[in-house]
């Protein structure tokens, strides 16, 4: 191997590990923003289970399919709680949470929102 190659060769290394340096670090905010983001959700999971408990009847607790009509108000099969899933809906946005699908589910955190307040006057 000549010299001069040996040269070119070493110069494409360094350039690389300047890319894998460059890739590490985004991966690190990466994981960064992942934990955060797992974190919250988290927080909010539990938030929303406490509500679910309060209103679904203590029987269906232990059953997680009778939780889901609470969730999925628009399935044809739960029309007939649509009524009772409005109030659940009116309720979780006064607990603070968004109930517009924009950011359903989601904690309210800068007051009302106009998505869910345009929904709940409907
Ligand atoms: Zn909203």
Excluded: W
Aim: hydrophobic share 35%; aromatic share 6%.
């Amino acid at each position: 191997m000549e010299k001069k190659n040996i040269f070119v060769l070493i110069q494409e290394l360094e350039t690389q590990m300047g890319h894998i340096h460059s890739e590490l670090g985004g991966l690190k905010l990466v994981i960064k923003e992942l934990l955060e983001e797992n974190h919250h959700l988290s927080l909010e999971n539990e938030q929303l289970r406490k509500i679910l408990k309060k209103e679904v009847h203590p029987a269906d607790v232990e059953n997680p399919v009778a939780l889901q009509p609470q969730l999925h108000v628009k399935d044809e099969e739960h029309e007939d709680v649509v009524g009772e899933g409005y109030d659940n809906l009116a309720r979780l946005y006064h607990e603070g949470f968004h109930i517009c699908n924009v950011y359903y589910g989601h904690l309210r955190t800068e007051g009302d929102c106009l998505f869910c307040l345009s929904f709940l006057n409907k």
